[in-house]
């Protein structure tokens, strides 16, 4: 069965600090990846996906970057928080067009 | 651009009674998806439709992309079946999946 697993749970960062957010997934070959976003008592808007390694494509511009370093694994950062970056941040994977979550990282940026 | 418009945005149900949960999409959308996100946060996938209807337990869903709309019927609901609820589409277009605002589901004694 494929698991996949988001780290950390929750963040609370400055504004202008860095940040790094991971996903892996396990027990599934070369999957798509995706991060999406989810503001406050918000919809979910997607922001990048990956199909191969080291292959991103960027959905949204939010002054954040994706990076795909291995098959399983996909991390989302930044090198300067905005206030804008806080909200609940989401790994997916989809098989056969159906999209699985992960737990997700709750970020509050202070 | 392609739109996904979701109806309600809140629901109060009484355990045992039922509803209905609606998506209007301004253009076709080959796919429609339904989610469960709970207190936590966490998103479960309930359905995925190309086409007609699918049913599980309680839940029952319908997706009839000539007339742009999706229904997600539940029956008999439980406390646990609150949250909230978003559909998402994908568009003709572009294939990304586009989501709605979601409907509040609170489910009481």
């Known amino acids: 069965a494929q698991t996949i697993h988001q780290w950390p749970v929750a963040e609370i960062k400055a504004v202008g600090s860095p940040l790094s957010l991971g996903c892996t997934i396990k027990?599934?070959?070369?999957?798509?990846l995706y991060w999406y976003w989810q503001a406050t008592g918000g919809t979910l808007q997607q922001l990048f996906y990956?199909?191969?390694?080291?292959?991103v494509e960027s959905v949204v511009q939010l002054n954040l970057s994706a990076s795909r370093p291995k098959d399983d694994q996909f991390i989302l950062s930044t090198e300067k928080l905005l206030l804008s970056h806080s909200g609940f941040y989401l790994c997916?994977?989809?098989?056969?067009?159906?999209?699985?979550f992960g737990s997700g990282t709750r970020l509050t940026v202070l | 651009g392609d739109q996904v418009e979701q109806s309600p945005s809140a629901l109060s149900l009484h355990e045992g009674t039922g509803s209905a949960l609606r998506c209007n999409f301004t253009?076709?959308?080959?796919?429609v998806q339904w989610f469960q996100q709970n207190s936590r946060g966490s998103l479960i996938n309930l359905f995925y439709?190309?086409?007609g209807t699918k049913e599980n337990g309680r839940l029952k869903s319908t997706f009839n992309s000539k007339e742009s709309y999706s229904t997600l019927h539940i029956r008999d609901a439980q406390l646990e079946d609150s949250g909230t609820y978003f559909c998402?589409?994908?568009?003709?277009?572009?294939?990304?999946?586009?989501f709605g605002l979601g409907t509040t589901l609170q489910v009481q004694p």
């Open positions: 998402a589409a994908e568009g003709g277009n572009t294939g990304k999946l586009i």
């Open positions: 997916a994977w989809d098989s056969a067009e159906t999209l699985y």
């Open positions: 990956s199909i191969t390694v080291g292959q």
């Open positions: 439709l190309a086409s």
């Open positions: 253009t076709t959308m080959r796919a």
């Open positions: 027990g599934k070959s070369s999957p798509n």
